[in-house]
Nanobody, 119 residues
Framework: QVQLVESGGGLVQAGGSLRLSCAAS????????MGWLRQAPGKEREFVAA????????YYADSMKGRFAISRDNAKNTVYLQVNRMKPEDTAVYYC????????????WGQGTQVTVSS
């Protein structure tokens, strides 16, 4: 069982940057592939990025490459999402999730953190 708590969301101006954090409970954090997904108002939830258990591999949705960077610190049981050059269309609730491996079902979810980008 993994419990996930996101933080770092808020209001940011277009062109600005934000770093989201996701803190995990439990001693098995380092076994999981971690990911970030987001859901904009009126849209379906979409994949943003993922990182392997060891942190050696990262995966990004094609539309997210270049401005998004995922990282993790297994000693701190935390995964991060750095977002640069933010755009109003990045406005969404950002969710942290855990899976056994990349491509498998996201088994555990955080409650989400709201990110709003003003133009």
């Amino acid at each position: 069982q993994v419990q996930l708590v996101e933080s770092g969301g808020g209001l940011v101006q277009a062109g600005g940057s934000l770093r989201l954090s996701c803190a995990a409970s439990g001693r098995t954090f380092s076994r999981y592939t971690m990911g970030w997904l987001r859901q904009a108002p009126g849209k379906e939830r979409e994949f943003v990025a993922a990182i392997s258990a060891s942190g050696s591999s990262t995966y990004y949705a094609d539309s997210m490459k270049g401005r998004f960077a995922i990282s993790r610190d297994n000693a701190k049981n935390t995964v991060y999402l750095q977002v640069n050059r933010m755009k109003p269309e990045d406005t969404a609730v950002y969710y942290c999730a855990a899976a056994n491996y990349y491509g498998s079902t996201w088994d555990y979810w955080g409650q989400g953190t709201q990110v709003t980008v003003s133009s």
